[in-house]
């Protein structure tokens, strides 16, 4: 059983940077993939970034890619997800995710374990 918590989310404006965290207990990442998953009021929610805590392998949206970067720390269990020149259409509720394909969370949003998510909403 994995426990993930994120954190790091709040109030910026336009332009800014975020860096989100998203620790997690219970087991240790390295034979699992990460996803970071946002969604807005009203939206779908959409798959934005993940990584292969292993060997650091990963991939991004396209909405995102440049601006967002995903990273890992395996002696601290957690994986971040820096976010530069943040837009007002980056908010939304950011939950990171745990599964055991990367291909499957990148293609199906698939998971075994989901945070409780955290707000980032980007003022113009």
């Known amino acids: 059983q994995v426990r993930l918590v994120e954190s790091g989310g709040g109030l910026v404006q336009a332009g800014a940077s975020l860096r989100l965290s998203c620790a997690a207990s219970?087991?240790?990442?390295?034979?699992?993939?990460i996803g970071w998953f946002r969604q807005a009021p009203g939206k779908e929610r959409e798959g934005i970034s993940c990584?292969?805590?292993?060997?650091?392998?990963?991939s991004y949206a396209d909405s995102v890619k440049g601006r967002f970067t995903i990273s890992r720390d395996n002696a601290k269990n957690t994986v971040y997800l820096q976010m530069n020149s943040l837009k007002p259409e980056d908010t939304a509720v950011y939950y990171c995710?745990?599964?055991?394909?990367?291909?499957?969370?990148?293609?199906?949003?698939?998971?075994?374990?989901w945070g409780q998510g955290t707000q980032v909403t980007v003022s113009s």
């Open positions: 990584i292969n805590v292993s060997d650091g392998s990963a």
């Open positions: 219970g087991e240790t990442l390295d034979y699992y993939a």
């Open positions: 995710a745990a599964g055991r394909s990367l291909e499957a969370m990148r293609d199906y949003g698939l998971a075994d374990y």
